[in-house]
């Protein structure tokens, strides 16, 4: 059955992963192409007419990238369907793990549940507290610092969902009095890190704000993408599956 499941969780995460790859290119190319070109204005404004010889100046921005933007751009399915096979195949085991034991008990309610969890403790709990930023903002000196921060909010996020399932299935008070405790259990530890950690504004003076804000969501959007319709589908493949493994009903003798 883990085996099925993980086979599932894989193609399903491919799958989902070129959908989000589609959204991702017609929403959020776009932004980047146009953050581009704010950073390449922006060190054409800062850099000499001409250097010290009295020749043109010239910079690396000059150079040929070494991958070029419509390279970029057929690598964005690549890199969007690699992670759907990651993250299919993570949730896979995971689920084989609740099924029958958390959440609720039909395959495609359960699929919803742990996708519908992961997205917010995965990806939005961090994206509040540090949003995507597109080219020409951030400062590559504090890349490491900025990483492991973002990863720290994603321990949080999922350490406040395992606090959350507990505190809830130690409360008798009925559906309503567990789902009380379990959003103030998992947001206790989430706005705690929001306000402790430290914050990253590496905005630069003059970037347009439509663009940084416009980016960012369509950032948030390509995830929400991906997590709903990866969720959707692995549901949908579970209670296809769960239907076939009824056995039909004996025929009525005659």
Known sequence: MVRTLLVRGL????LAGFVAGGFAFFFGEPHVDRAIAVEEASAQAARPAHDDAGQPAHSHD???ALVSRPGQKAGLFLATGLYGLAVGGVFALVFAGLRGRVGPRSDGGLALAAA???FVAVILVPFLKYPANPPAVGDPATINE???LYLLMILVGLAAVAIAVATARRVTS???GRR???AVAFLIPVVAAWVLLPAVNEVPDGFPATLLWE???ASLGTQLVFWTAFGVL???AGERAARAAVPAPAPSPS
Do not use: H
């Not at 193609?11 to 491919?14: E, H, K, N, T, Y």
């Open 11 to 14: 193609l399903l995460g491919l």
């Open 62 to 64: 000059d150079e040929e």
């Open 116 to 118: 519908g969890t992961a």
């Open 146 to 148: 900025r990483t492991v």
């Open 174 to 176: 009925g559906p309503w």
């Open 180 to 182: 009380s405790v379990a």
């Open 215 to 217: 980016f960012r969501l």
């Open 234 to 236: 692995f549901g949908w």
